[in-house]
């Protein structure tokens, strides 16, 4: 909507050193004058000020600059570079709701987290829970590390998409903050980091496009973590680790749910983007099997699980075998989802999971 | 810590909507965790009947808690359903604990065995049960701090 506006006429063509002055900014620059976003209870949000056509995303912008989307831009203005320029590339429907989710959401691993109510564990425990906070501290920050590689890349118009991926990176700051904080808090401390830890970390970063990466990281990497902090919420020694894996659930599931209706998004506009998806998942299948199965990571799991060394066998790799079929189901459920079945084509063993491989559900 | 206190029982909507209203009651439990918007169900089974009720909440209240109708569970974006058994012992926990501890929090009645089951047609609905855990698992601490007569 285009609506005349006063003329302001009697302004000076100069300022006081005489450079000229352009008024075109009050004089009618093409805006939608007059549109008046009505906050909710709960404030104006992004959905709110998603009206007329500020609300409209172009799939394919004409714009290549940091120009605010809505505004009247300058045709002269340069181009940034950016090579993610379809919406297709880093849409997702729900990224309003979990921008304005996130912000809400936003907690502080310094204030939030009970730490005066650390109780004191046996040491089979305690070194167990900081070699679970050591190996997340360590993989925690690439969903951080990915969106700043490639959030400069793509086209400003899909700003929420941008502001969301900020709140990620901040989450993943906090989650690199509360699971070292933990690792230190009773006397323990940092334990084993093993080289091929780096390998998943690598095949994210290092992805080709933007859409594997997300596929990788958000889809199959945060949802497998998202599960870990399920298992740790249930493992917790005490209320600090208890909230700590509750609150980073929570912004983990946030990150799941854009990568999903992102990649729903993407491949419903580009359907060859299917194929790319499959070929990163494959591979990424393959590298997170190798990173679940570490021996750091699923013995301390295993030994939380059981409550001690003692039971490890007899009760913590039983457990720890249910959760992975969970782990595996919901993930198989995800990329339903997202339009992207991968029952037929996933080299995971579902049979020996017990995992029906015509519907992805875990048989009884 | 209170001693427990099994007289508050799980299997009535009245408990539900008690629980409904001590969170509007306290606002300021609830704005630290920030606002939520989701939709569960409850299923509350016992032999071959069952309770159902719908939560919904919206930016720091539980705006309705009411029974509903066999099957209409499947339209909330998801929902938890167990054994009134289980359900008792989650509410006996907290009310003996002050909040749900160990093996008695939502997650993790979700996560182990089949005592309460986490359902819903879309995945995306489930994941609002993680999105929104926190909330979530305050609004059944609730639980501790009702009468016994709830």
Known sequence: MVTMQPAYDGLPATDLVGQPLDWAWLRGARSEWGVRPKPGPRGLTMMD???????????????????????????????????????????ADNVRELYEEAVARQWSATRDIPWGELPDLGDDLEHAICQLCTTLSEVEMIAADLPAKWMWRMNHDFLEAKMFLCTQIMDEARHTEVFRKRALANGGGLLKSRAGDESLLRTILQAKTYVQASALMHLLGEGFILDIFRQGELIAPSEVEKRMFRMAMQDEARHVAYGTLHLRYAIEHDADTAEEIHEALDHGEEVLVAFGTNQDLSTAIAVLLAGGVEHVEDKGFPMQA?????????????????????LSRTKLDLDLLGIDRDTGVIRS | MNTADTSVTVDRV?????????????????????????????????????????????????????????????????????????????????????????????????????????KGEDPLGVDRFFRFNQTLQTFFDGAALLPATS
């Open chain 1, 49 to 91: 000020i998603a009206v007329g056509s500020y609300g409209d995303v172009a799939e394919h912008p004409a714009h290549r600059s940091m120009a605010p989307r809505g505004a009247d831009v300058d045709p002269g203005t340069p181009d940034m570079g950016y090579i993610l320029n379809a919406k297709s590339d880093v849409w």
């Open chain 2, 14 to 118: 009245a408990f539900f909507t008690a629980l409904a209203a001590e969170m509007n009651g306290h606002p300021e439990r609830y704005e630290p965790l920030g606002d939520v918007d989701v939709e569960i169900a409850l299923v509350i089974r016992e032999g071959g009947d069952a309770l159902r009720v719908r939560l919904l909440f919206q930016g720091i209240r539980c705006e309705h808690a009411a029974e509903i109708g066999d099957g209409d569970e499947f339209t909330a974006d998801c929902f938890l359903d167990g054994d009134v058994g289980a359900w008792q012992a989650m509410v006996d926990n907290i009310r003996a604990n002050g909040r749900a501890e160990g093996e008695y929090t939502l997650n993790s009645l979700t996560l182990v065995g089949d005592r309460i089951a986490i």
């Open chain 1, 322 to 342: 249910e959760m992975t079929r969970k782990l595996l189901a919901s993930y198989l459920a995800r990329c339903e989802r997202a339009g992207l079945s991968r």
